[in-house]
């Protein structure tokens, strides 16, 4: 009897033992979580009160602005952003390999002999895969889909995304106007300049490749005649804005922010 009671107390004491280092586990997870969340409204509070430096051509400071927290306060969604860069790059590509099948090659339409007798193998055409000459098997073909979709919120959503990250490295800037009294290089020249005197824009000049996009809310043939000479940029209407682009480009530089902000914030309604 005392050996059972001996073995019942151990026993209790174990499961007591469990309970308690589950309890504990328990505890440290409620805490962790706890301490993500309060860490996740910290950094909503810090990027909840947004504003940006607005300048001018020259490189001079006009104005404060407000950002809107649905484009430039989100945090860093790696997936997203890999799943919709991947499909669209895909709905890009070209299928250029293509290999014709024994259908499709020319000839091939006689036996090469009889059936049986020779003591050869029996064939029924030239343009077999096993011949020389002969169709490919399994080969590639132009014909093949590669599009995947996008859904419209999701990729807004990515694009948002990359456009906060982007903003947090400082690598957006904002202007007033954009404008070109005549579609000359050296206007553009002086304008990027003038950009890149500014704290963190210094490898505007100096970067060989994709270097700056510039998103304008309407084309302007000056602009475009007076920036095209340089490879490293591109200027484009803010309503071709993608995350590829976005991405591909260090420097993003918003023409007309409060109008590009309203088209913007309309595309996840």
């Not at 940006?52 to 306060?73: H, R, T």
């Not at 709905?91 to 259908?103: C, G, I, M, P, Q």
């Not at 029924?124 to 399994?138: L, M, N, Q």
């Amino acid at each position: 009897m005392k050996n059972e009671t001996t073995k019942k107390n151990l026993k209790a004491s174990k499961l007591a033992g469990k309970t308690v280092e589950v309890t504990k586990t328990g505890e440290v997870k409620t805490k962790a979580r706890k301490e993500k969340q309060e860490s996740r409204e910290k950094e909503a509070k810090t990027l909840g009160a947004l504003e940006a430096q607005v300048y001018n051509q020259e490189g001079k400071k006009v104005e404060m602005v407000k950002l809107p927290e649905s484009i430039f306060a989100l945090p860093w969604k790696a997936d997203l952003v890999h799943q919709v860069v991947v499909s669209l790059m895909t709905n890009k590509r070209t299928n250029l390999a293509h290999t014709k099948d024994r259908s499709e090659v020319s000839g091939g339409g006689k036996k090469p002999w009889q059936q049986k007798g020779l003591g050869r193998a029996r064939h029924g055409s030239t343009r077999s895969p096993i011949w020389v000459h002969g169709g490919v098997a399994h080969g590639p073909r132009n014909e093949k889909n590669f599009d995947r979709k996008v859904n419209k919120k999701m990729k807004a959503k990515a694009l948002f995304t990359i456009l906060s990250k982007k903003f947090r490295d400082g690598e957006v800037f904002l202007l007033d106007s954009l404008k070109a009294a005549a579609p000359k290089a050296k206007e553009a020249l002086s304008i990027l300049k003038n950009l890149s005197k500014i704290k963190g824009g210094e490898q505007i000049l100096n970067k060989k490749e994709n270097s700056v996009y510039i998103a304008v809310m309407k084309r302007d043939v000056n602009l475009d005649r007076s920036f095209r000479n340089f490879g490293n940029l591109k200027i484009d209407e803010s309503r071709n804005l993608n995350p590829l682009d976005v991405l591909n480009y260090k420097y993003l530089i918003i023409d007309n922010p409060k109008e590009i902000f309203k088209f913007l914030e309309a595309k996840m309604k």
